[in-house]
């Protein structure tokens, strides 16, 4: 299996799978990998010859330092357990100064208002981090697919339209959530819960599925009252929003149309561990 740390090595490599007329899938990660992640390198796998999988912890994502310098770094299992799939799996695992030169700073884009909604409003310039860092994987890769799991639905959502804006070539395919048997939405944080929270965290995907078959018979600002008082009497996990919108503008939803489509996005904290999921509703 070959871990490559240096963008200049992988580009050579690429170029010689080019030359061979192969595709490449792309599955971008901040690595503590998990079955969440490997399902993804899964689907790649079965969709392309060659898959490249990145391991970086971005910086310019990050608005709480603190955060960015607990987050989980694991390479060596990470590429033993990507080895469990498939020795021919190429690994980059870059250094920020192989990403970034000298200059860590994000980029300002726009996002034509889909950055300014839920996570945008209580994580400033976090999509700025998101859209840098993808783009610049995206010119060092050219994979033809690159696969994004749906837990960050509003990520997903904004990766596509940098695609869009950008000519970046690339299909993006999003990926259903995996979940723990509880259904907690798997996620590298989790390995930092505490037990306590741990056991209380199933409560926020039992809480969306309430809210979906809620949504059925009433409107969206009684279901979103309704799991604002379910977490009001929590003792362990913190409510920081929860908001049913417009599946492809991501927009609040006033009053409900059978013409579209809604998703349920939630994010909660447990300790100070942040947790975010989301659900189809109709």
């Given at each position: ?42 689907q790649?796998?079965?969709n ?8 970086f912890?971005n ?31 190429i ?5 920020v ?5 000298d ?10 208002g ?15 981090g998101?859209?840098?860092?993808v ?20 990520q997903?959502?904004?990766?596509k ?5 950008h ?8 990926c ?12 590298s ?9 741990k056991?209380?965290?199933?409560f ?12 059925g018979?009433?409107s ?5 009252k ?28 006033q ?12 994010a ?10 989301n659900?189809?509703?109709?």
């Amino acid at each position: 299996m070959i871990v490559f740390t240096n963008k200049n090595e992988l580009k050579d490599k690429i170029s010689s799978i080019r030359s061979q007329k192969h595709t490449i899938g792309f599955v971008p990660t901040m690595g503590a990998l998990h079955k969440g992640h490997l399902s993804l390198v899964e689907q790649a796998m079965s969709n392309n010859q060659y898959v490249i999988v990145s391991i970086f912890v971005n910086p310019t994502q990050f608005d709480n330092p603190s955060d960015l310098e607990k987050y989980p770094r694991t390479l060596d299992q990470d590429v033993a357990l990507l080895k469990t799939l498939s020795k021919d799996i190429i690994i980059y695992a870059p250094s920020v100064n192989d990403i970034y030169d000298d200059k860590v700073t994000s980029t300002k884009f726009s996002f034509d208002g889909l950055e300014h909604q839920m996570e945008g409003k209580f994580r400033d310039g976090h999509f700025d981090g998101v859209g840098t860092i993808v783009k610049k994987l995206f010119e060092i890769v050219t994979p033809d697919n690159a696969y994004f799991g749906e837990k960050d639905f509003q990520q997903l959502a904004i990766i596509k339209k940098l695609v869009s804006k950008h000519n970046l070539g690339v299909n993006v395919v999003g990926c259903k959530i995996h979940r723990e048997e509880n259904g907690l939405a798997m996620s590298s944080r989790n390995t930092r819960l505490t037990k306590a929270h741990k056991n209380a965290a199933p409560f926020i995907y039992k809480t969306l599925l309430t809210a979906k078959e809620k949504f059925g018979t009433k409107s969206a600002n009684q279901v979103t009252k309704w799991v604002e008082q379910q977490f009001a009497n929590h003792t362990l996990l913190q409510l920081e929003y929860f908001t049913i919108a417009d599946a492809n503008t991501l927009k609040t939803v006033q009053r409900k149309s059978k013409y579209k489509t809604y998703r349920a996005f939630i994010a909660v904290y447990a300790g100070e561990i942040r947790l975010i999921d989301n659900i189809a509703l109709n």
